[in-house]
């Protein structure tokens, strides 16, 4: 029985992770859940699941979780910082990192001090500190097992490959909504549009982000980190299918490939599971129901998104953080209606500009360039006025 630690679990990857939890009874626990906001779905969750923790990081929330809870053996703890020190106790075996955005950064670090293995959803924790975390989780003899699905698939493909040099890996993208679209047309779209995700059922930052090819950007850098491979190591192509999850590619020109049908529930089931496989009932892909996988080149010229994170991983440093704080502020007020899709690569390229660069950043660096970037990128936004159309009319 392994007891799980799941930052975030009112958020997609929460919801499925506890999903598989109650598939496996025998082999999992949900000992301790957080959420932000939203204290409805954390107190159906807590008394669905009884874990030994409930913490609501929004505490304006908290009397309504305590007093929900109050029947049950079930400690309720409110705050940000109550899921940063939770995260050591000394009965959890794995801390599953689904929080959105920077906030998941600290809550990794200590749990990665405690000896906590990851099972990491939240890949902005290596986007933006990446060097930091891996040097931690090496001194602390701690696995990170990637849940993004393209991440797990190439961890997949490694297991027996240890000796093996991977000359390049190659990350899957549905191409979003917008496949195939002109930069005129991005300029007209609206977040309703952006939401409709064709193959994946998302939260709405991560939703944004696959439709802009940021995602996929943030997945370049996470995968830099999570393989140890240099920029040129990395190809992006668009399968629109999204059946194959990613591919590698040995020196000897072999390529191994991750297949199955887009479930989040899989690549999450195999982090808590890891080294081990568990029979499931999940749907099972079939070939002839996919006569025709397809795959074509990304378009980073009107996808700058894309183009901006490699830049960054280029660049190292603070740059990817910075590119993830203008990203995370961007999508926001996009989500808002506050600025038209194609001005976030703006705010981004702006950002990156204009933020102090730090070629070497500790985490105190990290901390205050995500602070910084995050105002700059604000004031930004407040300057920017609205196109022409109206947002709720397209």
Known sequence: MKNIAILGSTGSIGTQTLDVIKDNPGLFRAFMITGFTNSYLLIQQAIAFVPEYVIICNEEKYAEVK????????????????????VTHQDIDIVLTAMVGFAGLEPTINAIKAGKDIALANKETLVVAGELITELAKEHNVKILPVDSEHSAIFQCLVGEENNPIEKIILTASGGPFRGKTTEFLAGVTREHALKHPNWVMGAKITIDSASLMNKGLEVIEAKWLFGLEAEQIDVIVHPQSIVHSLVQFEDGSIKAQMGLPDMKLPIQYALSYPNRVKNNFKRFDFVNYPNLTFEKADMDTFRNLKMAYEALNRKGNMPCIVNAANEVAVAAFL???????????????CMARIAYVAQPTLADYLNTDKETRIFAQNLIMQMPLKAYDFNEK
């Open 336 to 350: 808002k209606n506050e600025v038209g899709f194609l001005a976030m690569s703006d705010i981004i390229e702006t």
């Open 67 to 86: 007093a929900a809870l109050s029947h049950l053996p079930i400690k309720v703890l409110g705050g940000y910082e109550a899921i940063k020190d939770m």
